[in-house]
């Protein structure tokens, strides 16, 4: 997740007083449940738990392809508890409660109260569409970090993509509703061609709605949008939208360091790590002093954490690098610990992403923002070539602005295929390109899928 906000923020800060700040410690509430958790632990992964599979949705781009019935053999409260006692152990800071929809899930708020108990910084992540104002009231009782809901769109957009007719009006009712009771709250959207029209509009609600956090989410590859990833936006459009948001962030950011307001609105993207390398080229092309400040931040935020900061565990148990790996599993917690499952580098995938540098090729490896972004989802190259260490075809970056030479992009054409170089125009998905890049000798891995997909239906 890139934090769109917290750096613009940084140079609206070094505009006013004439030097880059330091950089900030962790969320307030994250640093107290840590101080009051005891003596401090190697720092683990966010950790998003799909609690359930079962959701009352089918949404066109779900990477769990849920649907509204009972999936036997999902991990009882018992399995949940001993679970997050290794995690407690294993340094994980953040529970992140999702689905499915993990309202469906009936010890959802025990679960929800042990994790609080223990100081985990607890967070929701649910469509909206169950918080009637009796289910508003009791989220509200138990006092989440954050609760997240998924708009995808203006109505005819939204109820299309969550193929629900009323879905956007009980979601926005379900953020108001929270809203009135004091819950922090944010709205998740997932940007592709079915919807890029309503980008605007979206933003503008969360100003009206006063919603406190806005996730811009590029389309991956997994599950239903794997299936779906056709529609995936182009390059062109994905530019023009970082553009926006980037304004209206930078808007809010002048806003907040003027006012020192004490619940800022917060903007970030995730799923695709190239934001970075254009977050900073758009402030180097307005404030370039505060250029090489920046990009020391970026280069230590590191880029793409899929396997090293963030991690999954499914309804199963199985153990995920994150959530659009469900097609490979590292183990289970049923029989391996997550803690000795995640630092296991024998399985190949978790050897690659916890390498530095990472084995990538093609375009990612001759990149010169490589140290910013990481090599970008590693998921969408191997979707899309077989290789998990291939480039990652969703990078909407041309070959002059990663400082690829024309030489080394006539090679890497050659090499994959590719008709032209990259400009921005063509989608994401539309070059065919072959593993077989010189610059890299990591071998392709094949992915076996989980049995659990493989039994799912179609979309």
């Known amino acids: 997740m890139l934090r769109i906000s ?185 940007f592709t061609d079915l919807n890029q029209q309503d980008f605007p509009a979206l933003l503008e609600l969360m100003r009206a709605e006063q919603v406190d956090k806005f996730y811009f989410s590029h389309l991956n590859y997994a599950g239903r949008g794997n299936i779906h990833r056709g529609r995936d936006a182009h390059f062109k459009a994905t530019r023009a939208a970082l553009d926006l948001l980037f304004e209206t962030a930078w808007r809010d950011a002048l806003e907040d360091v003027s006012t020192a307001a004490p619940q800022p609105r917060e903007y970030v993207t995730g799923n695709n790590d190239a934001d970075a390398v254009y977050l900073l080229a758009w402030v180097s092309a307005r404030w370039p002093q505060w250029a090489d400040d920046l990009r020391r931040r970026l280069v230590a935020w590191g880029g793409n954490a899929s396997g090293v900061g963030v991690a999954n565990i499914d309804n199963l148990g199985e153990v995920h690098p994150d959530t659009m790996w469900w097609h490979y599993s590292l183990g289970n917690v049923r029989q391996r610990p997550f803690s000795a499952i995640w630092q296991d580098r024998s399985d190949p995938l978790m050897d690659g992403l916890k390498t530095k540098p990472r084995p990538v090729k093609g375009r990612c490896a001759e990149c010169q923002h490589f140290a910013i972004c990481g090599g970008n989802t590693r998921v969408r190259a191997q979707q899309t070539s077989g290789d998990l260490w291939a480039e990652d075809p969703g990078c909407y970056l041309d070959d002059a602005e990663i400082g690829l030479s024309a030489e080394a992009s006539a090679r890497l054409q050659a090499l994959s295929g590719q008709l032209g170089p990259r400009d921005g125009s063509v989608k994401p998905f539309s070059a065919k390109r072959s593993s077989g890049s010189r610059n890299s000798s990591a071998a392709p891995i094949h992915i076996q899928p989980v049995e659990a997909i493989n039994s799912s239906e179609g979309a």
């Not at 392809?65 to 508890?81: I, K, N, Q, R, W």
């Open 6 to 190: 917290q750096y613009l923020r940084e140079v609206a800060r070094a505009e006013q007083d004439g030097h880059y700040p330091s950089p900030q410690g962790r969320p307030k509430a994250q640093a107290d449940r840590a101080a009051s958790a005891g003596p401090a632990k190697a720092r683990g992964p966010v950790m998003i738990w799909n609690l359930t599979r079962r959701c009352n949705l089918t949404c066109k781009h779900c990477y769990a392809l849920s649907a509204d019935h009972d999936y036997p053999g999902e991990l009882s409260f018992a399995e949940v508890c001993t679970v997050m006692d290794d995690l407690k152990l294993a340094g994980v800071p953040v529970l992140i409660l999702s689905g499915g929809e993990p309202l469906l899930r009936p010890d959802l708020f025990e679960i929800a109260s042990r994790a609080q108990a223990m100081g985990f910084y607890t967070a929701l992540s649910t469509n909206g569409t169950l918080i009637d104002a009796a289910m508003a009231a009791r989220i509200a009782q138990q006092n989440f970090d954050y609760v997240g809901i998924s708009i995808d769109g203006l109505r005819e957009t939204h109820d299309r993509f969550r193929r629900l007719d009323g879905a956007f009006d009980a979601s926005l009712a379900a953020l108001r509703l929270l809203r009135e009771r004091g819950v922090r709250t944010g709205l998740r959207y997932t």
